[in-house]
């Protein structure tokens, strides 16, 4: 299984990869939404993004519409996780087309509860 | 603009915040403090912006530690053994992004956050008087969280993509 | 996998100091269960490891240890199976034979109410699509704390973090702050009040279906079995008693027949004729 974590912030993609290679995913990491887009275009398919939404270059939001818009990546499960917590924020991103959102700051626990309740892993 | 009687009723709900960020982020436990930092030490500090959309001004929040802190901190989260200052930066800036979330939630909804500027510093001049600080110790060390009203951002705000000042900076 | 005698009396002791739960050697099963999803996240491969961890004083470890032996419910949805099964199985069924036409769930140790709001929110899913029917919730729990936070239906932003799905958060609950409250249609359909699940339910509603989970582990036999007498009191034949995922089926006697669905442990209540 693989992850793809995008996050400009070096720090969370260390605490969210080392989490999500404890559950058995390979991680690839990207700092922005351009970069993992270009990941996705290089060929990495992975089952789930966990996506930060204030970002420079391309912000989260508009890496998940523009995931959205492409059929081939229709399988990619779109998980946002960031700081943005208000309510019309959620829900702009599940119009958007995200299925989960993880507000900052989080436990390990919840990121497993997530991935679980998403028929990701199983525990 | 907040309100300054808004502000400082929400100190208790900073002091909360910090200590959950520090116990979900850092897995360690904290307390409440007033305890201030100590003076002329090595400090990391990461600054960020919120502008209200209602009437455009701006809110500062700076999350500041000691650096040894910073260091011990760093050396954990990124497994490096010697962290650089760099990996400092990197630490204080995520502290300082997910505080200022939580802090745009509860003080200025909707408002615009901007991207953090973390720097290490030797000293800081202190705060306007109508700064809220909340502080927490964790490990013989002391964190704190300032939230202040700003006249202006700094011109070297940076704003994520997406936003209407990154719009406007790069002219689209 | 399997716990070693001192890391057991260890980690018993670790949670008789922090709360009044007493877990007697024989409870081994209960506290693997819920240490081997807590090693997984931490990336330790055997408890011993895992356990060591906790010797050394890992507080965050420590802590999500404490919580999982001795918190009942502080998930939305929590282990999915029951809630899928609820919907889908357990609640056509009740009221294909209702009577009333008023479904009646009874969250039985409810905590701080996760599990009885959980079951609200698949209820409204459900009542506009079976007009002439009417639901509530009844939870209990034997702390009066957890009772009045349960009836505040209020919850930090750490607690909706928590297994609750995405658009049931922006669909049942409005945010204040940094903290959520449920709307009120949610509230309205659930009441909390204190009881004690050993002693006879005085006063309690006629139930369709009941949600034991992870409760009967932690009394010894006797106690389980007036415990489950109790809850066959007033579930009205047919209904149907949920219980925990990690919870060997007990011996019920005949009243019951064990209903396999899927990952979730149902029994249903054939009536009072036979004991």
């Known amino acids: 299984m693989q992850a793809l974590v995008v996050d400009d912030s070096r720090v969370m993609r260390t605490i969210l990869t080392k989490l999500l290679t404890n559950l058995n995913f390979d991680v690839v990491q990207a700092g922005d939404g351009a970069e993992a887009l270009a990941a996705l275009d290089a060929g990495a398919r992975p089952e789930v993004a966990l996506v930060d939404w204030n970002m420079p270059v391309m912000d989260g939001l508009t890496f998940i519409k523009k995931v959205r818009q492409n059929p081939e990546y229709r399988d990619v499960v779109l998980m946002m996780v960031t700081t943005e917590s208000e309510q019309n924020n959620i829900v702009r991103a599940l119009a958007a087309g995200a299925h989960e959102y993880v507000i900052k700051p989080f436990t390990d626990e919840v990121i497993a509860e997530k991935l679980e309740m998403l028929g990701l892993i199983e525990r | 603009m907040i309100d300054p009687a808004e502000l400082a009723a929400a100190q208790p709900d900073l002091e909360m915040l910090l200590v959950e960020m520090i116990a979900s982020v850092l897995g360690e436990q904290a307390e409440p ?40 901190l760093a050396a954990t989260l990124l497994g490096v053994a010697e962290p650089a200052p760099d990996d400092m930066l990197d630490v204080i800036a995520e502290l300082g992004n997910i505080a200022a979330g939580n802090v745009k939630s ?7 956050l901007s991207l953090p500027a973390p720097q290490l510093a030797f000293e800081h001049e202190g705060d306007s008087p109508d700064a809220i600080r909340a502080g927490a110790s964790l490990l013989g060390n002391v964190m704190e969280l300032v939230v202040m009203p700003l006249h202006s951002a700094d011109a070297k705000t940076r704003w994520p993509s997406g936003s209407a000042q990154h719009s406007a900076e790069v002219g689209v | 996998m399997s716990i070693a005698t001192t890391d057991f009396a260890f980690v018993a002791d670790l949670v008789r100091q922090r709360s009044a739960i007493d877990l007697q050697p024989g409870k081994e099963y209960l506290v693997e269960s819920r240490l081997v999803p807590l090693m997984r996240i931490s990336g330790e491969s055997d408890l011993a490891a895992f356990v060591s961890r906790l010797r050394r004083g890992d507080q965050k470890l420590i802590d999500s240890v404490i919580d999982a032996l001795t918190t009942n419910e502080t998930l939305w949805f929590r282990d999915t199976a029951p809630f899928d099964v609820f919907t889908k199985q357990l609640l056509p069924d009740v009221a294909k034979t209702s009577l009333t036409k008023k479904i009646t769930v009874w969250s039985a140790a409810c905590s701080s109410g996760q599990e009885g709001y959980s079951l609200a929110m698949l209820l409204l899913d459900w009542l506009p699509r079976n007009p002439g029917f009417d639901a509530k919730i009844v939870g209990t729990d034997i702390s009066h704390k957890m009772v009045e936070r349960a009836s505040a239906g209020k919850y930090s932003q750490l607690e909706i973090n928590r297994g609750l799905r995405v658009p049931y958060l922006v669909k049942y609950f409005d945010q204040v702050g940094r903290d959520w409250v449920l709307k009120k249609e949610v509230r309205d359909l659930a009441t909390f009040k ?65 209903v396999d669905v899927d990952r979730a442990v149902v029994f249903q209540h054939l009536g009072n004729g036979a004991s």
Not at chain 2, 42 to 70: K, M, T, Y
Not at chain 2, 106 to 112: A, K, R
Not at chain 3, 203 to 213: A, S, T, V, Y
């Open chain 2, 33 to 72: 403090t007033a305890e201030p930092l100590p003076a002329a030490v090595g400090l990391a500090v990461s600054r960020l912006v919120i502008q209200d959309p209602q009437d455009g001004s701006f809110l500062g929040v700076d999350v500041r530690a000691e650096g040894n802190l910073i260091t011990t």
């Open chain 2, 106 to 112: 509860l003080l200025c909804h909707n408002g615009q």
């Open chain 3, 194 to 258: 204190w009881g004690n699940l050993a002693q006879p339910p005085i006063g309690h509603p006629q139930c369709d279906i009941i949600f034991l989970r992870n409760v009967l582990i932690y009394f010894d036999p006797p106690t389980k079995k007036r415990v489950i007498e109790n809850c066959r009191s007033v579930l009205r034949p047919g209904g149907y008693l949920v219980l925990g995922g990690a919870e060997t089926a007990p011996s019920l006697g005949p009243n019951w027949k064990r």
